[in-house]
């Protein structure tokens, strides 16, 4: 992943990473990597992932939001709309945005089904409004 946030030669300062990971992920090497290139981050407070508030303090310049909608506004309004948002951190997290994006409700099994695969694979229209 940095390897290609190098090679499109994102500024750090126009880089905001959006990052929720699962307890179980060794989030402390993740965000060592991350540093190099994003010069804010944005941490989501959900249940069952790291806790956002420890997460912020590990970095330089962070925030912390109660949801995705939030978290997404912050990382714009950091970066402006010439910048780039990053999300990443663990796979059920950069899905649940990607169905947020879509307006899809995931289920509450956490699975996705044939539908929610066929939507999240259709080009993705961004709102503005949105983010």
Do not use: W
């Amino acid at each position: 992943l940095m390897e290609t946030i190098d090679d499109l030669g994102i500024p750090r300062e126009e880089l905001a990473v959006v990052f929720a990971a699962k307890r179980r992920k060794h989030v402390t090497e993740m965000l060592k990597a991350l540093c190099v290139n994003a010069g804010y981050f944005v941490f989501l407070n959900e249940k069952g992932f790291h806790d956002a508030t420890s997460l912020s303090h590990l970095v330089d310049h962070a925030d912390v939001a109660p949801s995705i909608p939030r978290a997404l506004r912050l990382a714009r309004a950091h970066v402006g709309n010439s910048g780039v948002i990053l999300i990443t951190g663990s796979s059920f997290f950069v899905g649940d945005v990607f169905a947020y994006i879509k307006g899809i409700e995931r289920n509450s099994l956490d699975r996705i089904d044939d539908n929610l695969v066929e939507q999240l694979n259709r080009p993705l229209q961004i709102d503005h409004n949105m983010v």
